[in-house]
């Protein structure tokens, strides 16, 4: 018995060895494997993806040449990029593609900056402070899950039917993410950091300004990269219901005439200007905060 | 000159969340008097967990003593302050400024003009051998580097006490030892007096003219030493030298089986 529980101690340092053993021969190991990788180099996502996209466009001319489904309901790539081109070009419904575009960012921009101003203060309210917490906690965690549809008819019986309903919708959808990460932020800010300014001589709000907003912007700008993304779709969604311009406005007059290839032109737009956004707020983050990455 | 003293401290922290025993609060730091002058380099040793993060805490005034005074020539300091400047042991530097900006960063605090408090910064990065790196991100330093930048910041603020809570802990041997004669030097200029935390017994007879020990549970200065060492050392002598002497030794062994008599935290815990 006592030989049993002397040896299992062993026994497990023998295992451990095992493990180093085999530790120590993984570069040989690895060898074959870097060979074969040298002849059979394994396929880049970015390829496969492409092909994926590829595709999907091949089946989609496919059905559409062969009459599988009517051009009504799914016109070919070749009408689409037509109606694409027509779009810039003519327009539809009173405006061309661009200008529906430029409502489009026009809005999304105005409530991003909206959100920006009353979003990035109240963040620090609750981050900071626990009156501010208590006040703002409840109204952002009743806003945060609301689909912002559900109070967009509120918001035109308040402001009306004309752009500021539109703007105030999507700055009311882009709040809560703005709020939320500027909070976070705010909390993770180090204790080692705002100590070192206060042993220098930094006061609460010197302390506010020099340290713990800097700090924060990191998050505040991710906030703002998911902001952009809330923002965006709910925005095409209130076009939808509520505008005379826009890119939502366009597809949802077009699809009103069955004019298909323009819907489909239409969201193809829309998907490539959320990658855009996407896109840009990354490069703005790598710009602004190039030490977020080494803290 | 100024005096930095502690009279009678005690520190207590509240019993750790969800250990219900009474009396479960724990008793750091107890009856420690300690006086530092502003021309002077005190040095604390003591086992990991003996209190001494705590007590230089609450010299810089981000913790208040559970009993007993701290003060500053009799003025019981009211929080953390510029007069008494902390470097911390992971340096603590603001990533988002460049190493000039974070030298200069107590003096925008002062409200100092941009192009002023950026000489001034200047001059602090030159006298501690940075003088080509003032453009660099913190990130792009060394350890010692940025434990440079973090000693020039905190002699921007112009403080009458350098706190330093091992600020040479995690640097290699050899920068280590460098790091010792250039803190030696700084402390030498500034006219601040400086309290350091460390662990190295050889870097505190080095560097300091006292060597307090402090011993665990609770935390309290059971020895001091005067070491005449860093006035050697000032005074030219080559630091390998010094610590060959014999008196060097005899301290040295003295100081490590005293603290190896000592209780440590696991025996404790
Ligand atoms: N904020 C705190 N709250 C509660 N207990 C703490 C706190 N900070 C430190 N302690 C406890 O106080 C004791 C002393 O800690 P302290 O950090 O002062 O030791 P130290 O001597 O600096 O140790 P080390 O050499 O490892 O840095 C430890 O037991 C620690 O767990
Ligand atoms: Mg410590």
Redesign the pocket.
């Known amino acids: 018995m006592t030989l049993f529980t002397e040896l299992r101690p062993l026994s497990r340092l023998a295992e451990a060895d095992a493990a180093e053993d085999a530790r120590n021969e993984a570069p040989a190991g690895v060898r074959p494997a870097t060979e074969a990788a040298a002849t059979a180099r394994p396929v880049p996502i970015a390829v496969i993806s492409t092909l994926t996209i590829a595709a999907i466009i091949g089946l989609w001319s496919l059905a559409s040449a062969r009459g599988v489904v009517s051009p009504v309901f799914l016109p070919s790539p070749r009408q689409v990029v037509i109606a694409g081109y027509n779009l810039i070009v003519t327009g539809f419904v009173d405006a061309t593609l661009f200008e529906h575009v430029g409502a489009s960012l026009y809005r999304i921009f105005g409530a991003l900056i909206a959100s920006v101003l009353i979003g990035i203060p109240a963040g620090l309210a609750i981050g900071t402070s626990r009156l501010g917490r208590g006040i703002l906690d409840p109204i952002v965690e009743f806003l945060r899950p609301l689909p912002p549809l559900a109070y967009l008819p509120l918001v035109i019986i308040w402001v009306g039917i004309g752009e500021a309903s539109k703007i105030t919708v999507i700055a009311l959808a882009m709040l809560p993410s703005i709020i939320l990460s500027t909070s976070a932020g705010v909390r993770s800010v180090s204790r080692e950091h705002v100590n070192a300014a206060r042993s220098l001589g930094a006061g609460p709000r010197q302390i506010l300004a020099q340290v713990v907003l800097p700090s924060s912007v990191p998050s505040i700008l991710t906030g703002i990269r998911i902001a952009l993304g809330a923002g965006w779709t709910t925005l095409v969604a209130a076009e939808l219901v509520a505008a005379t311009s826009g890119i939502g406005f366009m597809i949802q007059s077009a699809a009103q005439f069955l004019v298909t290839d323009i819907v489909i032109a239409g969201i193809i737009v829309i998907a490539l200007i959320a990658i855009l956004l996407e896109f840009l707020a990354r490069l703005l983050e790598r710009r602004l905060v190039p030490w977020a990455s080494h803290r | 000159m100024s005096i930095l003293s502690f009279r009678d401290v005690s520190l207590r922290?509240?019993p750790?969340p969800g250990s219900r025993a009474a009396g479960n609060d724990?008793l750091?730091l107890d009856g420690i008097n300690l006086q530092v002058a502003s021309n002077e380099l005190v040095a604390i040793i003591?086992?990991?967990?003996?209190?001494?993060?705590?007590?230089l805490?609450l010299a810089a005034g981000f913790?208040a003593p559970t009993s007993g005074t701290i003060a500053v020539d009799g003025v019981p300091i009211p929080g953390p302050g510029a007069d008494r400047a902390v470097v911390f042991q992971d340096d603590a530097l603001y990533p988002w400024l460049d190493a000039r900006d974070n030298v200069a960063f107590p003096l925008k605090l002062k409200g100092m003009p941009r192009a002023t408090r950026q000489a001034r910064a200047q001059q602090l990065l030159e006298l501690v051998g940075l003088g080509d790196a003032g453009d660099h991100h913190v990130w792009e330093l060394s350890g010692g580097m940025r434990q440079r930048v973090g000693i020039a910041r905190a002699l921007a603020a112009e403080p009458r006490f350098l706190l330093l809570d091992?600020p040479l802990g995690a640097l290699d041997a050899l920068t280590r030892t460098r790091m010792q004669e250039f803190l030696l030097r700084i402390q030498a200029r500034s006219g601040a007096g400086a309290v350091l935390?460390t662990?190295s017994i050889d870097e505190a007879l080095i560097l300091a003219s006292r060597v307090l020990v402090?011993s665990p549970h609770p935390?309290r200065l059971t020895a001091e030493i005067e070491a005449g060492f860093s006035a050697e050392i000032l005074a030219g002598a080559a630091t390998e030298k010094v610590k060959a002497s014999p008196l060097f030794k005899r301290l040295h062994d003295g100081l490590t089986s005293l603290i190896h008599s000592l209780p440590n935290?696991e025996a404790a815990a």
């Open positions: 922290y509240p750790r724990r750091v003591g086992r990991s967990g003996s209190g001494k993060t705590s007590l805490n913790i091992e935390i662990h402090l935390g935290e």
